[in-house]
């Protein structure tokens, strides 16, 4: 699956290292604010300015760019050969810094390469890992550490409860017991000490490598600084010094388990619980934070859904079982080996119409019978909420709080309703602050990772529809062109919204804030219906021409 390139933010200019100052533009006495740049003269412009530079007769096919789009200047050095010019090229061929009388004397026809260009590339490369740094491997670090902090309280608050459980059970059979006791004490302290010994040095890892990254920063800074360019990295060899370890992965603990038995008085040591040491293989700590969009997506795998046609929908939550529904109202649980584990007919179609809660049951809409029916893990079916006179179209349950959202149509005017777990109504959205209807037919709905932003797909207004947790209207999207058609919808971890568009075979990436970021598109298939995330961070991405789910990777 190829991706366009995508528009960075100009975030890399708001890195915490780099000072910020007040711009004023660089024609002489002017005092207004600088918003634009002129590459070629290397002079920072406001707009008055910009456009009579632009219609001056040697300047005004200048290449003139948003001030945080300019190139960097390249600092002034003397060539070493001729002390009256400055070095201004490479040559590709020697590898070497040239002036221009070099290029004309010694390298006349070896390949050049404009100095300045590279220069400002990869000074932008650097404050792009400089941002990356600040903004996603130390915060990612801290988190790591926070998650040890957690569990050593876990851990703590863990053994104190089996040395309760143990006292409890001394107490019942004290004269009988207390060698036993002795040695069950003597183990948890043991196996206390070795999980903290191990909680520390994973801490200290973290320590270690957050101190790795500020003086991987600190390095960054000095070849940004230097205005050396001989010796400079920055010039040579520049993909060798941005090199930064990853990192580390770190297990969680495995905490023992207090098994508490009944027997007779005859065998002592039956009369007390065992310290049981769970030989489960630890789980890595998720390294969610260190992701970022990846320019290329990468195709993993496929798998074809038996029992239906096509997909336009996909229910992940459950590690080892996915939920599928096509445009005939099939919906089928399979196991990650694609056998089929259950299969019932439903009113859906072409809707975001069932979602796996946080207990690991299906909801789904009937709409119908306008009802919600939820299906336990043994396959249990009972009616959760009615709906009334409105249509329940589609369904999201909440990640953070069980919450349901669910889109539902009445005579061609939309909303979205917000029920707690247990099926009472919490909320209802349907205008913005001007009163203004919101939706018309809210045929896929989700909820962002950012705080809680309810995301809708709108069939008949073409759309995508977003509101706060609050219900109060945030922004639209609808696409990049005419014929935009959103179906599936969700978010990744790094709260982007995905949304497919079946007129243009593609899915579309958005900022949180509704910026474009880039487009998605496999030309092995067509018509995106559904795509989900999984816990992975990988999407699932279902289609109207194939009953097969594809599985990218997005992030990096």
Same mark, same amino acid.
């Given at each position: 699956?190829?991706?366009s390139?995508?528009m960075?933010p100009?975030?890399?200019? !708001?890195?915490?290292?780099?000072?910020?100052?007040?711009?004023?533009?660089?024609?002489k006495?002017?005092?207004?604010n600088?918003q634009?740049y002129?590459?070629?003269?290397?002079l920072q412009l406001?707009?008055?300015?910009?456009?009579?530079h632009?219609?001056?007769?040697q300047?005004?096919?200048?290449?003139?760019?948003?001030?945080?789009?300019r190139?960097?200047?390249?600092?002034?050095e003397?060539?070493?050969?001729?002390?009256?010019?400055?070095?201004?090229?490479?040559?590709?061929?020697?590898?070497?810094?040239?002036?221009?009388?070099?290029?004309?004397q010694?390298?006349?026809r070896h390949?050049?390469?404009d100095?300045?260009?590279?220069?400002?590339?990869?000074?932008?490369?650097?404050l792009?890992?400089?941002?990356?740094?600040?903004?996603?491997? &130390?915060?990612?670090?801290?988190d790591?550490q926070?998650? =040890?902090?957690?569990?050593?309280?876990e851990?703590?608050?863990?053994m104190n409860? &089996?040395?309760?459980?143990?006292?409890?059970?001394?107490?019942?059979h004290q004269s009988?017991? !207390?060698?036993?006791v002795?040695?069950?004490?003597?183990q948890?302290?043991?196996i206390?000490?070795?999980l903290?010994?191990?909680?520390?040095?994973?801490d200290?890892?973290y320590?270690?490598?957050?101190?790795?990254l500020?003086r991987?920063?600190?390095?960054?800074?000095?070849?940004?600084?230097?205005t050396?360019?001989?010796?400079n990295?920055? &010039?040579?060899?520049?993909?060798?010094?941005?090199?930064?370890?990853?990192?580390?992965?770190?297990t969680?603990?495995?905490?023992?388990?207090?098994?508490a038995?009944?027997?007779?008085?005859?065998?002592?040591a039956?009369?007390?619980?065992?310290?049981?040491?769970?030989?489960?293989?630890p789980?890595?700590r998720?390294?969610?934070?260190?992701?970022?969009?990846?320019?290329?997506?990468?195709?993993?795998?496929?798998?074809s859904?038996p029992?239906?046609?096509?997909?336009?929908?996909?229910?992940? *939550?459950i590690?080892?079982?996915?939920?599928?529904?096509?445009?005939?109202g099939?919906?089928v649980?399979?196991?990650?080996?694609?056998?089929?584990?259950?299969? =019932?007919?439903?009113?859906?179609?072409?809707?975001?119409?069932?979602?796996?809660?946080?207990d690991?049951?299906l909801?789904?809409?009937?709409?119908?019978?306008? =009802?919600?029916?939820?299906?336990?893990?043994?396959?249990k =079916?009972?009616?959760?909420?009615?709906?009334?006179?409105?249509?329940?179209?589609s369904?999201h349950?909440?990640n953070?709080?069980?919450?349901?959202?669910?889109?539902?149509?009445?005579d061609?005017?939309?909303?979205v309703?917000?029920f707690?777990?247990? *099926?009472?109504?919490?909320q209802?959205?349907?205008?913005?602050?001007?009163?203004?209807?919101?939706?018309?037919?809210?045929?896929?709905?989700?909820?962002?990772?950012?705080?809680?932003?309810?995301?809708?797909?709108?069939?008949?207004?073409?759309?995508?529809?977003?509101?706060?947790?609050?219900?109060?209207?945030?922004?639209?999207?609808?696409g990049?062109?005419? *014929?935009?058609?959103?179906?599936?919808?969700?978010?990744?971890?790094?709260?982007?919204?995905?949304v497919?568009?079946?007129?243009?075979?593609?899915?579309?990436?958005l900022?949180?804030?509704?910026?474009?970021l880039?487009?998605?598109?496999d030309?092995?298939?067509?018509?995106p219906?559904?795509?989900?995330?999984?816990d992975?961070?990988n999407?699932?991405?279902?289609w109207?021409?194939?009953?097969?789910v594809?599985?990218y990777?997005?992030?990096?």
């Amino acid at each position: 699956m190829a991706s366009s390139k995508p528009m960075l933010p100009d975030s890399t200019e !708001d890195i915490p290292v780099v000072g910020q100052h007040y711009l004023v533009c660089g024609t002489k006495d002017c005092k207004r604010n600088c918003q634009f740049y002129c590459n070629p003269c290397h002079l920072q412009l406001c707009e008055k300015c910009r456009d009579e530079h632009q219609k001056g007769a040697q300047t005004g096919k200048h290449e003139m760019v948003p001030y945080k789009k300019r190139k960097r200047q390249l600092p002034e050095e003397k060539c070493l050969e001729h002390p009256t010019k400055n070095i201004d090229m490479v040559c590709d061929d020697c590898q070497v810094l040239v002036c221009s009388k070099c290029a004309t004397q010694d390298h006349r026809r070896h390949a050049l390469t404009d100095l300045e260009t590279i220069y400002s590339e990869n000074y932008a490369l650097c404050l792009k890992k400089v941002y990356q740094i600040h903004r996603v491997l &130390i915060p990612g670090s801290n988190d790591m550490q926070k998650d =040890i902090e957690e569990d050593v309280t876990e851990i703590k608050s863990i053994m104190n409860t &089996i040395r309760e459980c143990i006292k409890t059970d001394v107490k019942k059979h004290q004269s009988l017991v !207390d060698e036993v006791v002795s040695d069950n004490m003597e183990q948890v302290n043991r196996i206390e000490e070795s999980l903290m010994d191990k909680l520390q040095s994973q801490d200290k890892t973290y320590r270690d490598y957050t101190l790795h990254l500020e003086r991987r920063v600190k390095e960054f800074h000095s070849y940004l600084s230097s205005t050396k360019l001989q010796s400079n990295p920055i &010039i040579f060899a520049l993909f060798d010094h941005l090199q930064i370890k990853p990192v580390p992965a770190t297990t969680k603990p495995i905490p023992p388990v207090f098994a508490a038995v009944k027997y007779g008085k005859d065998d002592v040591a039956k009369l007390l619980g065992r310290i049981l040491v769970p030989t489960t293989k630890p789980k890595n700590r998720k390294k969610q934070l260190v992701k970022s969009l990846s320019s290329m997506v990468t195709r993993l795998r496929d798998y074809s859904v038996p029992s239906v046609y096509n997909v336009f929908h996909v229910s992940l *939550g459950i590690p080892d079982k996915i939920w599928v529904s096509d445009g005939s109202g099939n919906l089928v649980q399979i196991d990650l080996d694609m056998n089929k584990l259950l299969k =019932i007919q439903t009113s859906g179609g072409n809707e975001g119409y069932h979602t796996v809660t946080l207990d690991g049951d299906l909801i789904y809409a009937d709409k119908d019978k306008q =009802i919600i029916n939820k299906i336990s893990q043994d396959h249990k =079916i009972s009616e959760l909420i009615k709906t009334e006179d409105w249509e329940p179209i589609s369904i999201h349950s909440s990640n953070t709080n069980g919450d349901i959202l669910v889109g539902m149509a009445k005579d061609e005017v939309g909303k979205v309703t917000r029920f707690s777990k247990t *099926g009472k109504e919490i909320q209802n959205i349907q205008v913005d602050q001007k009163r203004r209807k919101l939706y018309m037919y809210p045929h896929y709905i989700t909820e962002n990772t950012n705080g809680g932003d309810v995301c809708t797909s709108d069939l008949n207004k073409r759309t995508v529809e977003v509101v706060n947790k609050s219900g109060q209207y945030r922004f639209s999207y609808k696409g990049q062109r005419t *014929g935009f058609n959103p179906y599936g919808i969700c978010s990744d971890i790094l709260g982007h919204i995905l949304v497919c568009d079946v007129d243009s075979n593609t899915v579309h990436i958005l900022h949180q804030d509704g910026q474009f970021l880039t487009l998605l598109h496999d030309r092995l298939v067509k018509y995106p219906c559904s795509v989900s995330v999984d816990d992975e961070s990988n999407l699932h991405v279902g289609w109207y021409s194939t009953n097969k789910v594809t599985v990218y990777k997005h992030l990096e």
